[in-house]
């Protein structure tokens, strides 16, 4: 008798404990169901928002529009709505494409493109050309330090006053223009060996194109340098040592004996 009470209080036992399994095991299979139907807002692309474009006016011109999508479909940083708190300023730092969900980082201060181009900071880029004589033989490379030299005509007063002018022969001045400045860009290939290089030149019919790193006042001497004199590159090593000074005059327009200032 009281093994078959023991055996009916068992089985109740078994039949209570299987129930609540079937019933934690439903109530667990659910909650993805239950969490598949819930919703959350988002701000996503109307249509194509071009990179650069302002949050200002993405609102403006209808860029934008809030939608629902499930729960479990939305991105981290999503945008929640267009009253967003994002500066007005800020731009698309990349395309947007139509039905895409907006997140936090597609908008960022604006910046200037520069390209591929890595300016240092605090400076800017020029180009400036070069006659094919005049570039080291087409080794300069991005990357390359170089020194600028000038050579130009000696104005009338200049030439009256200085030492060792001889009539009206016209005089010349070769001096250092920059000292030291990065290129960032050429419009040729480096030769790769020496033998490549095939004794001197860059191959480019007679001109050579070289995008510097300047500072506004270097960009200022080397505008007016192109425009009135001519340019000459010097090749820097990180030994190399350059030092302005006052140039170096020739005495006549044949002569070769050249006049050093100091």
Do not use: C
């Not at 819930?38 to 200002?56: F, I, N, Y």
């Amino acid at each position: 008798m009281n093994r078959r009470i023991g055996l009916i209080a068992l089985a109740v036992v078994l039949a209570l404990v299987g129930t609540f399994a079937v019933y934690s095991y439903a109530h667990t299979a659910d909650k993805p169901a239950v969490a598949a139907t819930r919703s959350v807002q988002v701000v996503m692309a109307e249509k194509a928002v071009p990179a650069g474009t302002t949050w200002a006016d993405a609102l403006k011109d209808h860029y934008l529009s809030q939608q629902r999508i499930p729960v479990n479909s939305k991105p981290d940083h999503a945008v929640p709505s267009l009253d967003t708190s994002i500066p007005t300023s800020e731009v698309a730092t990349a395309q947007i494409a139509p039905g895409q969900i907006v997140v936090r980082q597609m908008f960022g201060k604006a910046s200037a493109a520069t390209g591929i181009l890595a300016i240092p900071k605090g400076e800017l880029a020029i180009s400036v050309s070069l006659s094919d004589d005049a570039d080291v033989a087409g080794f300069v490379q991005p990357s390359s330090e170089v020194a600028i030299f000038v050579t130009a005509k000696l104005s009338k007063q200049a030439a009256a006053v200085t030492k060792g002018a001889i009539g009206d022969s016209d005089l010349y001045v070769t001096k250092l223009l920059l000292s030291r400045t990065t290129v960032l860009a050429t419009s040729h290939v480096a030769p790769s060996d020496l033998e490549a290089a095939g004794g001197g030149g860059s191959g480019n019919n007679g001109a050579e194109l070289l995008t510097l790193a300047v500072t506004q006042q270097e960009a200022q001497q080397l505008i007016l340098a192109q425009q009135t004199a001519q340019l000459y590159l010097g090749l820097l090593s990180d030994t190399s040592q350059t030092a302005p000074d006052g140039g170096t005059i020739n005495v006549g327009i044949f002569k070769p004996t050249p006049i050093f200032v100091k």
